[in-house]
């Protein structure tokens, strides 16, 4: 099983920006769409940004558009997620997950952060107003 490990978070003041990256003990492309999720206190984990195996599509939540992106690189290992415009609401724990099998969208009934089989520990975000 794929192993994952965040890093990247920090505290910033409102409007900043932080890169967080999520390296993979093995390559994902052929088996994994990836995600961030994250969690605040007293909140419940939501998902924030997912993409395919190949790249090619990616989701955001509402909340996050135009200010968040999500990547990931051409050795498959290493999962990014630019976060621009940071608001105070955006503080949270940031979650990578793996979602295992070969997908070419992310567009099924439930969602595209519907059901990820493979979680790394977290990285800290804060954003002070």
């Known amino acids: 099983q794929v192993q994952l490990v965040e890093s990247g978070g920090g505290s910033v003041q409102a409007g900043g920006s932080l890169r967080l990256s999520c390296a993979a003990s093995?390559?994902?492309?052929?088996?994994?769409?990836m995600g961030w999720f994250r969690q605040a206190p007293g909140k419940e984990r939501e998902g924030v940004a997912a993409?395919?195996?190949?790249?090619?599509?990616?989701y955001y939540v509402d909340s996050v558009k135009g200010r968040f992106t999500i990547s990931r690189d051409s050795a498959g290992t290493t999962l990014y997620l630019q976060m621009n415009s940071l608001k105070p609401e955006d503080t949270a724990m940031y979650y990578c997950?793996?979602?295992?099998?070969?997908?070419?969208?992310?567009?099924?009934?439930?969602?595209?952060?519907?059901?990820?089989?493979?979680w790394g520990q977290g990285t800290q975000v804060t954003v002070s107003s």
């Open positions: 093995e390559t994902t492309y052929s088996s994994y769409s």
């Open positions: 997950a793996a979602k295992r099998g070969y997908y070419t969208d992310l567009d099924g009934p439930r969602g595209p952060f519907y059901e990820y089989d493979f």
């Open positions: 993409i395919t195996n190949s790249g090619r599509r990616t």
